[in-house]
């Protein structure tokens, strides 16, 4: 195999594994796996939500938002950390400003948006994204309310990708829109997180079904389509494009 799959993934279908049969890290540390599910590749990153310093970013202190990934691991480094991990953090307007809830270091950015409307975004439930005291957790936007959920970072996007266990109800298995997609799911106790993209095309379902039946993740969100990119220097990825709004990252 050849491409976006390397030796890494082309081991593990040999050997017939799938993500979750993976410790969070392998031998050397790294965190993120090229593989392969239904003839689709991916790359799935996955984190320890006790252990690994996972945020949301926009702005740097001067209140421009960083747009790049490299202009955020700048940023970091001279912080006196490194940037590991980075991809979409969920929607934005054109004017980069989320488009939903945002809980960065810096403070929040709008509120928890329940309206209703077209796109994505409002293809009910959506769902909001949160780390809190190493825990963390995908909550459809209601229940996350009415939770009273306090996180110490969090994103808004939409729609839901799995529920419960349930792939979203509209969500069509026949569905025909694909496109390069990224998202997050959380493991049933909380302890790990999952960050995939697609490296080609996908369908809703194809990429929901990633979530709930190769990565085990109960709950998982839709993040951004399309535009998605990702930042992942383990694995020799930092792929550039159109200026972002949200970003989530990993520190170290």
Known sequence: MTGWLGAVGAGLLAAGLSACDLPVRNEAGDHCRELTYRSNPYVVCSFDAAREDIRLFYTGDDGVPYLQFDALAEAVEADGGTL???????????????????????????????????????MKPNGVFWIDEGKAGVSVSEAYLEAGIDPDYATQSGPMLVIDGDIHPSINADGTSRKRRNGVGVSEDGETVYFAISDGAVTFHEFASLFRDRLDAPNALFLDGQVSRLYAPMIGRNEPGLDMGPIVGVVE
């Open 84 to 122: 590991v991990f980075a991809m979409n953090g969920g929607m934005y307007h054109d004017d980069r400003r989320p488009v939903g809830y945002l809980r960065t270091g810096s403070g929040d950015t709008a509120t928890v948006n329940t309206n209703d409307g077209p796109g994505n975004f409002h």
